[in-house]
């Protein structure tokens, strides 16, 4: 091999043994600790369990080198030269082209060093895989002999993800009807449409009678067959949008060394083992470790969330590094700063050079959070209340069914013995009563729900596409509208992902920007004021001479690496984000030709490349005058102690300095100090000029380094420091107080360090520790217990240096303490946190495939306000939803009641209103209700509630007033007229005639009821005026005419199949008004203090029992105090996770996992198939131990 093995720990080093070093560099600790290097994560034992492995390393134990990156398991694989002789490769010649099968095999001794357990804090002893677990990967495939590559392949896998498969039409719709309610109507669809058949064929109708008792099961048929196809279709043709917005170009070539030459494969032919060529602007598809190059700088913010280039070191000086540590030396870097990981979903920003392939496919960091993701979504909480609620009036409807049918049948057989009818009649007449009492659990059914919510999401879901809010999941909207905290990503979605000059203080003449207050106060005041005068920007580069600006856009362009390119069709700055900020700073306000032009205009003479050791970096130019001209940009602390002099008078027409005194020195010192507090990356330029190049101190230097610069480095001319940083989005302040406005508590996660989280997080109104506020850092964060997550979680504002695992937990957290959690996030690693939220928004524009993947909502203008938007919309939809409810429920009490009541005190067991008269009112009505009150958009006052939490019930105490108000009010009209409007209203009793026109009338006014209590349920507050924003949606006003049409049409011509017939206007004008009487009672009702309706009715929980479940306390699991799962009241114990689905996503942990101990390790069971395994595999357990104990 090219490079000699490096030095291994002393072999004093035993299994028992393991080196556990400190050393401390640079003022920071480092812990070597091999004990836990390859502990397996739970639910990842797979990965280390491998038959006929002929290689040193399983993909478990390479799996341990990231998320997070651990140079415990880079040292404990024994760097590059152990890698190479593990996985039976070669850094300079990579793999051989005519690999096939594998000769003998590597043992993990022989690579190791000595003394790393193999299995981490499970020592030597193999892992062994959980059965049943939903995460385990597929068996790896056996590979026929001769097959290129098939040993390797068996045991590291293809670079392919499993594809996911696109849902059928026939599929989608499977899963719309599989709806609590929905059954529910299906069950009394089937005995309406029965006994309907029976009424129309076996019984005897009278003369011109329709035979119509067979509509009502059609109709409630059609109901369900419409919300199945509307919501089935809207599912499809979401699917469809973020199909179109998410195409894959997954295929591509990529570069690698196979038997010594470089070959073009295809991305799926990478194989464990590969030496491959990274090349700037290269997206890296699997992981890997350094080998070597040039200045290579990754950025990894869409797979870390780390928003600076990261540099990486080659694998071999990383190595001897922790070998150094190991053997008990001091090293003069910090080992935690040396990076050789190569990520997969990772961009090179800069530079060339090789890595080795260390995980492919599944095995990959890209690739296992993607099939984490391919897990099943949950009920929103609305769904799981709509649930409760269908068996709720199933039970109820059932009882009050039942009741009516014991009743009735204790009059039928009371009256039994004076009953001159034949059998025959006699059954007729019990099987009427029994048609009777079926028609009670017929009208207790809400036909209409199911098609208010799925028109209200289709509604909703159309509109907010045009607020740039993607819905993939059709219900994600109504989530949202009660999301009581959001999570949000820092860089991209808060900020404009732009690294940007804010601040710049010109010599010591003039400067912009950096007046903002530090994020904490110094310790010490400034002992010299600041005397250079502020300006906005625009007045700053208008005042600029034509020299000055000259200066200031050579500096920039010509000592800089950044280039101009195209990305995703734009022109745009490539390269470190510090020079992309100052050259857009000379583009866009200092008048700046393109790059290259400013470059070739300029006659470089030479050029010292940026160096860590003394930060600067340097080009030296010629001028047309002959003289030569040193431009330095660097760390601006250390340029400024190198300058005596500053730029002046920048308003002239030639360029002038003036020296710089001690007191100057110091004012400029605290400025950069204010800058930093600020959060600002501060960045220094000056030059110097020469009479000749090289001058006397650099004769006879061949090659021009930092280090032989600094003896010139030296009586420099300030040009000025610069103040950077990614700025917020312009909307962001005025979204974040509207969500708090809302009752919406935001909190920021990134992977950013904790001083500038701070700042940003305060500058867009966050963070406020003066209100008790904390802010975290993410190593700190993820070492609480569960109770202590649990107390400070409910005041975390900010939480820095995040893993994707910290937002996992984080998200965790919020859902067992009962909040409904918003994410957003843009990179892969975000992944995770997305799909275990409550409601996922990923960025349309930066955001990974990935992480749209596992989102409910995109985000197309990557915009923070655009969430704001999306909490109207869902709440619009909840709101439509009670709105419907509390009508509905209404409808439903008063026909149930009247039907009890009237049938009981008929002589002949029948319901004042006939089967098609309900029909009417229960389901057409009904109907045109949801297309009404689903289509009212939010009001603008819709943001000045706090959100619901899923504890909270679906009817609340306001809703439950109103519902039984309108009731007591249209039951006691109905029953007026009915029993006592023939003696009131001058009806003859004994006259057919006049009985059906009393019987019309009171149709009449009953359907006028409800026409007008829906307008009363345009509110679902107090307040009193319901025609609020009604002018605004025609759709309403429209249905209410088609409504108020169909009515006068049924009275004047359908008296055969209503048996009714038309009314006088006497009586027209007697039905309205009584129907009006429900707008001022209304009003009366919303004027009854909410307390004392609260004090009337009872505190009911609703629980529905499942037989399968029984709590099975145990420590792992424990009791979520505190938590307040959907239908609960807070402080609850959950009693069953499964059901309540408040540990959802419980991803198996073989993604990003950096946590040991017994909360990481924690599972607990995802649904009944899951549990009914684990019980099989206990009886079996169990029937061996009785078996051995017989023997």
């Known amino acids: 091999m090219a490079d000699s093995e490096p030095q291994r720990p002393s072999s004093s080093s035993t299994k028992n043994d393991a080196p556990r070093t400190t050393a401390?560099?640079?003022?920071?600790?480092?812990?070597?600790?091999?004990?836990?290097?390859?502990?397996?994560?739970?639910?990842?034992?797979?990965?280390?369990?491998?038959?006929?492995?002929?290689?040193?390393?399983?993909?478990?134990?390479?799996?341990?080198?990231?998320?997070?990156?651990?140079?415990?398991?880079?040292?404990?694989?024994?760097?590059?030269?152990?890698?190479?002789?593990?996985?039976?490769?070669?850094?300079?010649?990579?793999?051989?082209?005519?690999?096939?099968?594998?000769?003998?095999?590597?043992?993990?001794?022989?690579?190791?060093?000595?003394?790393?357990?193999?299995?981490?804090?499970?020592?030597?002893?193999?892992?062994?895989p959980k059965e049943g677990n939903p995460a385990a990967l597929p068996p790896p495939t056996e590979y026929p002999a001769g097959t290129p590559f098939g040993d390797r392949r068996h045991v590291f896998r293809e670079n392919r993800l499993p594809e996911k498969k696109s849902k059928t039409l026939l599929e989608l719709a499977w899963i719309t009807y599989n709806d609590k309610v929905l059954i529910l109507l299906t069950a009394a669809a089937i005995v309406s449409l029965a006994l309907g058949i029976?009424?129309?064929?076996?019984?005897?109708?009278?003369?011109?009678?329709?035979?119509?008792?067979?509509?009502?099961?059609?109709?409630?048929?059609?109901?369900?067959?419409?919300?199945?196809?509307?919501?089935?279709?809207?599912?499809?043709?979401?699917?469809?949008?973020?199909?179109?917005?998410?195409?894959?170009?997954?295929?591509?070539?990529?570069?690698?060394?196979?038997?010594?030459?470089?070959?073009?494969?295809?991305?799926?032919?990478?194989?464990?083992?590969?030496?491959?060529?990274?090349?700037?602007?290269?997206?890296?598809?699997?992981?890997?470790?350094?080998?070597?190059?040039?200045?290579?700088?990754?950025?990894?913010?869409?797979?870390?969330?780390?928003?600076?280039?990261?540099?990486?070191?080659?694998?071999?000086?990383?190595?001897?590094?922790?070998?150094?540590?190991?053997?008990?030396?001091?090293?003069?870097?910090?080992?935690?700063?040396?990076?050789?990981?190569?990520?997969?979903?990772?961009?090179?920003?800069?530079?060339?050079?090789?890595?080795?392939?260390?995980?492919?496919?599944v095995n990959s960091s890209y690739g296992r959070i993607t099939m984490a993701m391919q897990t099943e979504q949950e009920d929103t909480p609305l769904q799981k209340k709509l649930n409760n609620l269908a068996d709720w009036i199933a039970k109820l409807g059932g009882g009050a069914a039942l009741l009516l049918f014991i009743v009735l049948l204790i009059k039928f057989c009371a009256g039994l013995p004076n009953n001159p009818d034949n059998p025959d009649q006699k059954g007729q007449t019990f099987l009427r009563l029994f048609i009777t009492s079926v028609t009670v659990v017929v009208v207790a059914v809400p036909e209409g729900l199911p098609l208010a919510v799925t028109l209200a999401l289709a509604f909703a879901t159309t509109r907010m596409m045009k607020d740039n809010n993607l819905v993939r999941v059709l219900k994600a909207c109504e989530t949202m509208g009660n999301a009581t905290t959001v999570c949000s990503d820092k860089t991209g979605t808060l900020t404009q992902n732009k690294m940007t000059v804010v601040a710049t203080t010109l010599g010591k003449s003039t400067s912009f920007g950096g007046t903002e207050a530090p994020l904490e106060e110094p310790d010490e005041k400034p002992t010299v004021e600041n005397t250079i005068p502020n300006v906005p920007i625009a007045e700053f580069t208008k005042n600029l001479g034509s020299p000055i600006k000259k200066l200031l856009i050579q500096s920039n362009a010509v000592n800089s690496t950044a280039f101009e390119?195209?990305?995703?069709?734009?022109?745009?700055?490539?390269?470190?984000?510090?020079?992309?900020?100052?050259?857009?700073?000379?583009?866009?306000?200092?008048?700046?030709?393109?790059?290259?032009?400013?470059?070739?205009?300029?006659n470089v003479v030479q050029v010292v490349p940026f160096d860590s050791a003394v930060k600067y970096m340097a080009t030296i130019v010629k001028l047309p005058d002959g003289k030569y001209r040193a431009y330095v940009k660097g760390a601006s602390e250390i340029l400024l102690a190198n300058c005596t002099k500053a730029i002046t008078n920048p308003e002239g027409e030639e360029l002038a300095v003036t020296e710089l005194s001690s007191n100057d020195q110091e004012m400029l010192s605290e400025t950069i100090t204010s800058y930093a507090g600020q959060t600002l990356r501060t960045i220094g330029s000056s030059y110097r000029d020469f009479e000749s190049w090289p001058p006397k101190e650099l004769e006879g230097v061949k090659e021009l380094t930092a280090k032989e610069f600094n003896k010139?480095?030296?009586?420099?001319?300030?040009?000025?420091?610069?103040?950077?940083?990614?700025?917020?989005?312009?909307?962001?302040?005025?979204?974040?107080?509207?969500?708090?406005?809302?009752?919406?508590?935001?909190?920021?996660?990134?992977?950013?360090?904790?001083?500038?989280?701070?700042?940003?997080?305060?500058?867009?109104?966050?963070?406020?520790?003066?209100?008790?506020?904390?802010?975290?850092?993410?190593?700190?964060?993820?070492?609480?217990?569960?109770?202590?997550?649990?107390?400070?979680?409910?005041?975390?504002?900010?939480?820095?240096?995040?893993?994707?695992?910290?937002?996992?937990?984080?998200?965790?957290?919020?859902?067992?303490?009962?909040?409904?959690?918003?994410?957003?996030?843009?990179?892969?690693?975000?992944?995770?946190?997305?799909?275990?939220?409550?409601?996922?928004?990923?960025?349309?524009?930066?955001?990974?495939?990935?992480?749209?993947?596992?989102?409910?909502?995109?985000?197309?203008?990557?915009?923070?306000?655009?969430?704001?938007?999306?909490?109207?919309?869902?709440?619009?939809?909840?709101?439509?939803?009670?709105?419907?409810?509390?009508?509905?429920?209404?409808?439903?009490?008063?026909?149930?009641?009247?039907?009890?009541?009237?049938?009981?005190?008929?002589?002949?067991?029948?319901?004042?209103?006939?089967?098609?008269?309900?029909?009417?009112?229960?389901?057409?009505?009904?109907?045109?209700?949801?297309?009404?009150?689903?289509?009212?958009?939010?009001?603008?006052?819709?943001?000045?509630?706090?959100?619901d939490r899923k504890s909270a019930p679906l009817i609340t105490v306001r809703m439950y007033k109103m519902i039984f108000g309108q009731a007591i009010c249209?039951?006691?009209?109905?029953?007026?007229l009915h029993f006592a409007g023939a003696s009131l209203l001058g009806y003859n009793r004994n006259d057919e005639y006049e009985v059906k026109s009393?019987?019309?009338?009171?149709?009449?006014?009953?359907?006028?009821?409800?026409?007008?209590?829906?307008?009363?349920?345009?509110?679902?507050?107090?307040?009193?005026?319901?025609?609020?924003?009604?002018?605004?949606?025609?759709?309403?006003?429209?249905?209410?005419?088609?409504?108020?049409?169909?009515?006068?049409?049924?009275?004047?011509?359908?008296?055969?199949?209503?048996?009714?017939?038309?009314?006088?206007?006497?009586?027209?004008?007697?039905?309205?008004?009584?129907?009006?009487?429900?707008?001022?009672?209304?009003?009366?009702?919303?004027?009854?203090?909410?307390?004392?309706?609260?004090?009337?009715?009872?505190?009911i929980k609703i629980r529905i029992p499942m037989p399968w479940h029984k709590k099975k306390k145990s420590k792992t699991e424990g009791d979520i105090e505190g938590a307040t799962p959907t239908g609960k009241e807070p402080g609850a114990k959950v009693t069953d996770s499964t059901d309540e689905s408040e540990v959802e996503f419980e991803a198996p942990l073989r993604i990003l996992t950096s946590l040991r101990g017994e909360r990481a390790r924690k599972h607990i069971r995802r649904g009944f198939r899951e549990y009914m395994h684990d019980q099989k595999v206990k009886v079996k357990e169990k029937t061996k131990e009785k078996t051995k104990a017989a023997h």
Not at 250 to 271: A, H, L, W
Not at 575 to 596: I, Y
Not at 970 to 976: A, F, R, S, Y
Not at 1050 to 1073: C, R, T
Request: aromatic share 6%; glycine share 10%; proline share 4%.
């Open 565 to 602: 390119g195209e990305v995703d069709g734009e022109q745009t700055f490539i390269g470190s984000k510090t020079e992309v900020a100052l050259l857009t700073l000379s583009r866009d306000h200092l008048g700046s030709a393109p790059v290259q032009e400013e470059r070739s205009n300029a």
């Open 24 to 128: 401390e560099s640079n003022g920071a600790g480092f812990r070597l600790d091999l004990e836990d290097a390859f502990t397996p994560d739970p639910g990842t034992e797979d990965m280390f369990v491998i038959p006929d492995n002929k290689f040193a390393f399983s993909p478990g134990q390479l799996s341990k080198l990231l998320n997070p990156k651990s140079l415990d398991a880079f040292y404990a694989l024994g760097g590059l030269v152990g890698l190479e002789k593990g996985l039976k490769t070669n850094r300079d010649t990579g793999l051989s082209a005519d690999e096939t099968s594998i000769d003998g095999s590597v043992a993990f001794e022989e690579v190791a060093p000595k003394g790393t357990p193999k299995y981490g804090a499970n020592g030597d002893t193999e892992p062994v």
């Open 998 to 1099: 009393l019987n019309t009338l009171i149709f009449n006014t009953f359907v006028w009821l409800q026409i007008f209590n829906e307008l009363n349920n345009r509110r679902l507050d107090n307040r009193l005026n319901i025609f609020e924003g009604i002018t605004k949606n025609w759709f309403f006003l429209a249905i209410n005419c088609i409504m108020v049409g169909g009515q006068v049409l049924i009275i004047f011509v359908g008296s055969d199949a209503f048996k009714i017939h038309p009314l006088n206007g006497k009586e027209w004008g007697l039905s309205i008004g009584l129907g009006a009487i429900s707008l001022p009672w209304g009003a009366f009702i919303r004027k009854i203090p909410d307390a004392w309706a609260a004090a009337l009715i009872p505190d």
């Open 198 to 361: 029976y009424q129309t064929v076996g019984v005897k109708h009278e003369d011109g009678t329709a035979k119509l008792e067979w509509v009502e099961g059609v109709a409630i048929i059609v109901a369900i067959v419409i919300v199945v196809v509307v919501g089935t279709l809207n599912d499809w043709q979401m699917e469809r949008q973020f199909n179109k917005l998410n195409q894959k170009h997954n295929d591509r070539t990529v570069k690698v060394i196979r038997s010594g030459k470089s070959v073009e494969i295809s991305v799926f032919d990478i194989n464990v083992g590969d030496v491959m060529h990274l090349n700037t602007g290269d997206l890296v598809p699997v992981d890997g470790i350094f080998i070597t190059g040039h200045a290579i700088k990754c950025d990894e913010s869409s797979a870390t969330g780390e928003s600076d280039l990261l540099k990486k070191v080659p694998a071999d000086e990383v190595f001897n590094t922790l070998q150094e540590i190991a053997n008990g030396g001091k090293v003069s870097v910090n080992p935690e700063k040396l990076d050789p990981f190569i990520i997969s979903g990772s961009k090179i920003n800069e530079g060339t050079g090789t890595f080795l392939v260390t995980a492919v496919g």
């Open 970 to 976: 249209q039951l006691g009209i109905t029953l007026v």
């Open 712 to 947: 010139v480095h030296k009586d420099m001319t300030l040009v000025a420091i610069y103040g950077i940083k990614d700025p917020l989005r312009p909307t962001v302040i005025q979204a974040i107080k509207d969500c708090h406005r809302a009752g919406v508590f935001v909190r920021m996660v990134t992977g950013d360090n904790i001083l500038t989280g701070k700042a940003i997080a305060r500058e867009c109104g966050i963070y406020t520790p003066e209100t008790g506020g904390i802010a975290m850092e993410g190593p700190v964060f993820r070492r609480k217990s569960d109770e202590e997550l649990k107390e400070l979680v409910p005041k975390l504002q900010v939480l820095a240096r995040s893993s994707p695992e910290d937002k996992r937990i984080l998200v965790r957290t919020l859902k067992e303490l009962g909040e409904t959690v918003a994410v957003t996030g843009d990179g892969t690693n975000d992944a995770p946190a997305l799909k275990m939220a409550d409601i996922g928004f990923a960025m349309g524009i930066a955001g990974t495939e990935v992480a749209k993947e596992a989102a409910a909502i995109i985000l197309m203008d990557d915009n923070f306000a655009s969430i704001i938007k999306g909490i109207s919309w869902g709440r619009a939809v909840n709101d439509a939803v009670k709105k419907f409810l509390q009508f509905q429920l209404t409808v439903n009490i008063t026909a149930v009641a009247l039907t009890f009541i009237s049938a009981v005190a008929s002589d002949e067991e029948e319901s004042v209103l006939n089967a098609v008269q309900l029909l009417w009112v229960n389901l057409i009505m009904d109907t045109f209700a949801a297309l009404a009150l689903a289509t009212d958009p939010p009001g603008p006052t819709i943001l000045d509630r706090p959100p």
